[in-house]
């Protein structure tokens, strides 16, 4: 089982900042906005959920990333990314999340440095290729099921396979 680390939110844009605990409704997260809503925060790209050791291993690669960084809503530990896929139900905190996608990165993340897409996202995850050794490094969207509150050291929990 994972854990939620952080939880975030902006007005719009990235980096989102860290809040104590927020409510996840069918809207999103209370508090949170997106800066180009024609294109981010649609139906099914509610809440934006992304590891924690993958900023991490970004961060030691020297990239200046840090939790929220990215623009997720939250970053969890503990959850193996190479395992997510569309269809999945997860617990997060009280709310229930259903996987829709993996996130496209867009130019807005090369304020952190040349080569940072290129990190995080390739061809192979494009295509939906699961083996690809960057599978959900981007993060992964998600719609919500079930509203719930949200805190650091919630859980984060595989509820529904679609395997």
Known sequence: MGEIIQVS????????RAVAEAMITPAGVEGDSWAHPQIHGGPDQKVLIISAEVIDELAGRGFP???????E?????????????????????DAL????????PCATLD?????????????????GDFGS????????????????????????QLLTDVS
């Open 65 to 71: 990333v840090f939790y929220g960084a990215f623009g």
């Open 111 to 127: 304020v952190y440095g040349p080569g940072i897409q290129d990190a995080i996202y390739n061809a192979a995850v494009k295509a």
């Open 9 to 16: 939110v902006s007005r719009g844009g990235v980096p989102k």
């Open 133 to 156: 050794p960057l599978w959900a490094h981007s993060g992964f969207y998600a719609l919500v099921r079930r509203a719930g509150r949200v805190a650091p050291g919630a859980p984060f």
């Open 97 to 104: 999340l259903e996987l829709t996608k993996v996130r496209k």
């Open 73 to 93: 809503n939250l970053t969890v530990r503990g959850t193996d990314v190479s395992l997510l896929r569309a269809g999945q139900t997860w617990l997060a905190g």
